[in-house]
């Protein structure tokens, strides 16, 4: 007779995932992650997603993870499996989404143990510890009754305060290895959310000083900032933005908070964001931070230059992330540690009336400011017919209500945020902080399966999708209908703009002269069975990508544009974010500029 309590510890964690409501994981087989593998493969209530390399698994857990708010949860095995995660491990802890990573390992009685040597077991790898700095928590499985403890430690740790990836690591024989349900024991997360005492002002502490500033200011921003979505209070802070009638400018993690014709969007801001935007913030008398960082990227450098003359408050849960400013000299006024979903639930029982004003002279100097930089940096842009701004220009136009759109690093996403005119059910994808290049196409795929009922779309450059077109099989063995959009610019546009900065133009390693090659790219789609479309020049370009949307298939559009087009504006090191290059004429500047400006002319 079978011990119904008796359970082959891999199917144990085949249902763990499942019951997390998780339809699909994704691995690449390896002789130390078969049986993980296969309890997922013979468990009808949860699927397996191949893909060509493990970091791409990772990847796609993350886009799984950030399209649904759920655990992304991928599988490598021992030794260069495991390693091959690490890019897309950094994808999630960076950006904070909570995966699962779940590595074979090799047997107990196979390990270097104290032996003081490099390896015994075939592909043996110290994967945990490798992982430990770059993970919220680490583990490997020594016993099988640690199991579910384990795993329901990770699974609480991946997902409370500031999520982020946890990895375990389960040996080969132990996955094999038969488990009494009945002694598993489970883990009780401990009750302190936030470290003991709290360094920093609760919101409801302070909530007069902030309402004092608010009062005060005649030229307010919110910023807006990827911990909106993390915390799923996206309609609370417009709701709270409107309340207020200020302005919302957004990092690239919250592009796409507010549609592009919302009354307060003023659009995103930083060192590769839009001009117009970073006046408003650079010359805002109050800068209110809800779910940023605000790294380096969005304050500029040096930091101090950040909104210098304005009250700031930050809220973030993260007490570290509070901590910095003062370390990089960035004053801020009120520091806040809270998430936001209790910062808006305590503000819903509030009456904010008190607190709205018109502001019209500032919002209609912000769109003043819109007009004229605008003009400015489109007459400073490629001279050519179809440049990356007017692809995007098309490509807004085009795009389907609801689509899901994952972008990739480099000027594919700096050419995108500066540009696209973002629908009010439009989301927007990017790995913000680790910037992959090759993130976004296996990004997509589990964004795929994570929303299939939604238009996928993957904006791309051509050094970007050499790093995962392996890829493409993979969407051609599902059927993916994903529209892959490829700046096609025969090299990296980005690294060759930082060398006309500061390496005399020399384009070592970023283009054909300096090493490298692009392969035919109608061939490489008809390789892998894609549809495939060219787009050279504006004629008739908004009508193909109309076309491109009917049908329901992966496609290839190969858009040939400029090797020399550039990002225009951007900030050059050195500078404050409101003095982009190219440069406004200085009497242009002076008289837009509110704040007093910086004497750079000794750190450029």
Same mark, same amino acid.
């Given at each position: 007779?079978?011990?119904?309590? #008796? ?49 791409? @698994?990772?990847?796609? @857990? ?5 399209? *649904? !708010? ?14 091959? %995660? ?10 904070s989404v909570p995966i699962l990573l779940l590595?074979?390992?090799?047997? *107990? ?35 099988? /009754?640690?199991?579910?403890?384990? %795993? ?60 004092? #500033? ?15 979505? =993390? ?38 801001? !930083?060192?590769? !964001? ?19 960082? %605000? ?25 570290? /992330?509070?901590s910095k400013f003062s370390t990089f000299g ?51 842009? @490629? ?60 990004? +997509?795929?589990? !964004? ?49 703009? *930082?060398? /006309? ?27 892998f069975g894609l549809d495939y479309l060219e ?12 076309? +491109?949307?009917?049908?329901?298939? @992966? ?9 020399? +087009? ?31 400006? =910086? ?6």
């Open positions: 007779m079978v011990d119904q309590h #008796l359970v082959k510890l891999s199917d144990y964690v085949a249902q763990f995932i499942a019951s997390l409501d998780i339809k699909f994981v994704f691995a690449i087989s390896g002789g130390a992650s078969l049986h993980l593998i296969h309890s997922i493969g013979d468990n009808p209530n949860i699927d397996y997603i191949c893909t060509h390399h493990e970091q791409s @698994a990772a990847m796609a @857990a993350d886009g799984y993870a950030r399209t *649904t !708010g759920k655990l992304g949860v991928a599988i490598a095995t021992s030794g260069p499996g495991a390693t091959n %995660l690490i890019t897309g491990i950094c994808c999630s802890f960076y950006d590595t074979g390992q090799v047997s *107990t009685f196979r390990m270097t143990g104290n032996t003081g040597v490099r390896q015994v077991g075939f592909q043996e790898t110290p994967i945990v510890e490798i992982c430990q700095s770059i993970t919220k928590y680490a583990v490997q499985i020594k016993e099988p /009754e640690q199991i579910r403890y384990e %795993l329901e430690k990770a699974i609480h740790i991946a997902r409370t305060n500031r999520p982020g990836p946890v990895l375990v690591d389960i040996p080969d024989n132990l996955q094999r290895s038969q488990i009494d349900l009945s002694s598993l024991k489970g883990y009780t997360p401990e009750t302190l959310e936030f470290a003991n005492p709290r360094k920093f002002s609760c919101f409801s502490e302070v909530l007069s000083q902030v309402s004092k #500033l608010i009062l005060e200011a005649s030229r307010p921003v919110l910023v807006g900032g990827w911990g909106i979505h =993390l915390s799923n209070t996206e309609a609370s802070f417009v709701k709270f933005a409107e309340a207020l009638n200020i302005p919302v400018a957004l990092t690239w993690g919250a592009a796409d908070l507010l549609p592009e014709s919302h009354p307060l969007y003023i659009g995103t801001f !930083g060192t590769h !964001g839009m001009r117009h935007a970073n006046f408003a913030v650079q010359n805002a008398d109050l800068v209110l931070s809800f779910g940023s960082r %605000l790294d380096t990227k969005s304050t500029g450098s040096p930091v101090s230059s950040f909104s210098r003359d304005a009250k700031k408050v930050v809220i973030d849960i993260d007490e570290n /992330e509070l960035l004053e801020i006024d009120i520091l806040i540690q809270d998430d936001l979903s209790n910062l808006f639930e305590f503000i819903k029982s509030k009456d904010l009336s008190y607190l709205f004003c018109h502001r019209q002279n500032w919002i209609q100097q912000i769109h003043q400011w819109k007009e004229v930089f605008s003009s400015f940096d489109r007459s400073n842009s @490629a001279k050519t017919d179809l440049d990356p701004y007017r692809f995007i220009d098309c490509l807004s136009l085009a795009l389907p209500e609801s689509s899901r759109i994952f972008i990739d690093t480099g000027c594919a996403i700096a050419w995108t945020m500066q540009r696209l005119k973002i629908g009010s059910d439009q989301r927007i994808f990017h790995d913000f902080n680790n910037t992959a290049m090759g993130w976004a196409l296996p990004a +997509a795929i589990g !964004g795929y399966f994570a929303e299939p009922d939604h238009p996928i779309v993957c904006i791309v450059g051509d050094g970007s999708l050499m790093m995962s077109m392996h890829e493409l099989a993979t969407i051609k063995h599902h059927h993916i209908p994903v529209k892959i959009f490829l700046f096609n610019n025969s090299g990296y546009s980005m690294i060759k703009q *930082t060398q /006309e900065q500061w390496l005399d133009s020399k384009y070592y390693a970023s283009s054909y002269e300096g090493g490298l090659s692009f392969p035919d790219y109608k061939s490489l789609a008809h390789a787009v050279s020049s504006l004629k008739d370009c908004t009508n193909k990508l109309l076309n +491109a949307f009917i049908s329901n298939t @992966a496609l290839l559009c190969n858009v040939i544009i400029p090797s020399d +087009a550039r990002v225009v504006p951007q900030v050059k090191f050195g500078r404050p974010n409101e003095d982009m290059e190219p440069l406004l004429p200085r009497d242009i500047f002076l008289e837009n500029m509110i704040t007093d400006p =910086l004497d750079v002319s000794k750190s450029v």
